[in-house]
């Protein structure tokens, strides 16, 4: 009985590994992580394909970092993590075909969410778009236009810019399909409203003053409280 068990592990093992070599048989080159996940791999027709993990180094001061997620027929698909190469996560962006697409998160060494952006990713196959004029000096849209998306993707929704620390919202822009809307107006956290003067209680000799003097031009209040 206990032979019978060995047998069929050795089976499924023998199994398990004919199966892994029939999906790295597709790949021209891959590699094995330390998890024994195969990552990195390039297809027969030279396309990226699958989980990757890109190393970027330093150069000429902009300091390096490691990005993560999956490759469709050589274009970025879905969530990509990015990290520090002190293994801090720094951003997590999402892609479509190959561009951004919707919200976008950066992060300091700390975890703090300093930046949040919004993409709209255009479909290669579809490259064109119809985009609102607007009037100048207002909101009004005067007309439409049909564009050629040179990029795969372009600004559009909410770009929020936060402080460090305390999450204060400090800067907020629109844009609509690549158009910052309201140029001239970028929208700001507004400041606090200033503080209401503080009301005088009026004393009695005050009020009696007031109306001994009620409709009397130039008269000057000489602090004197008597008749």
């Known amino acids: 009985m206990r032979v019978l068990k060995i047998r069929e592990l050795y089976l499924l093992i023998i199994i398990q590994f004919l199966f892994l070599m029939n999906g790295v048989a597709q790949y021209k080159t891959y590699k094995i992580s330390e998890k024994g996940d195969t990552i990195n791999a390039i297809d027969k027709n030279g396309l990226k394909q699958g989980k990757w993990v890109v190393h970027v180094d330093e150069i000429r001061g902009e300091p390096g970092y490691e990005e993560e997620g999956l490759f469709k027929n050589d274009k970025k698909e879905g969530v990509w993590r990015l990290y520090n190469l002190t293994s801090d996560l720094i951003g997590v962006e999402n892609y479509k075909l190959g561009g951004k697409h919707g919200i976008q998160q950066y992060y300091t060494y700390l975890g703090d969410l300093y930046r949040e952006e919004s993409w709209k990713g255009y479909d290669p196959n579809s490259p064109y778009d119809t985009i ?29 810019y936060y402080e460090p620390g305390s999450g204060r919202l400090i800067k907020l822009e629109k844009y609509d399909r690549g158009l910052l809307e309201k140029p001239n107006a970028v929208a700001t956290t507004a400041a606090p409203a200033a503080a209401k003067p503080k009301k005088v ?8 003053w007031e109306k001994k003097n009620k409709g009397k031009k130039n008269v000057i209040r000489d602090g004197k409280t008597g008749m």
């Open 201 to 208: 209680e009026k004393t009695p000799e005050m009020l009696e």
């Open 132 to 160: 609102p004029i607007y009037g100048t000096g207002s909101d009004e849209i005067v007309d439409y236009k049909i564009v050629k998306a040179e990029q795969y993707s372009v600004k559009h929704g909410e770009w929020k």
